[in-house]
């Protein structure tokens, strides 16, 4: 289990990296964007974010 919980926090470090490598202004930019959204936004987003995670970690299981 321990395995399995660290290499999916690998996998979400090399995805969150993705962004600032390929393009760091672009990724900056959006960053400024988002920090301008209020707080009920920003819940909604990460909620729907946390939903279709779950739903795809559902699909891909045993």
């Not at 289990?1 to 995805?15: F, S, Y």
């Amino acid at each position: 289990m321990t395995e399995a919980l660290l290499t999916a926090l690998a996998l979400a470090m090399v995805i969150e990296g993705i962004g600032p490598f390929i393009g760091p202004s672009r990724w900056r930019r959006m960053m400024l964007r988002l920090a301008q959204l209020p707080d009920r936004s920003l819940r909604v987003f990460g909620a729907i974010t946390m939903g279709l995670g779950v739903l795809l970690l559902q699909l891909l299981g045993p």
